[in-house]
């Protein structure tokens, strides 16, 4: 696994579990990011990597 999608994936879970709200770990280009699921919006060009639930598993 790319390194640095495991650690994208590491804090998006951790921040979900701290915020206590879904976050989405996306992909823009060659970068990673995390926001908010809700800030979200269908027409964003993001390659949505997998969303975090507090709570749920990762």
Do not use: C, K, W
């Not at 992909?27 to 995390?34: H, I, L, P, T």
Request: no cysteine; aromatic share 6%; charged share 25%.
């Amino acid at each position: 696994m790319n390194t640095d999608l495991s650690i994208a994936q590491n804090h998006a879970f951790q921040l979900s579990r701290t915020l206590m709200v879904p976050v989405t770990l996306f992909r823009s280009g060659d970068e990673f990011g995390v926001l908010s699921s809700d800030e979200l919006d269908d027409e964003d060009d993001l390659e949505i990597v997998h969303e975090y639930v507090p709570g749920g598993s990762h």
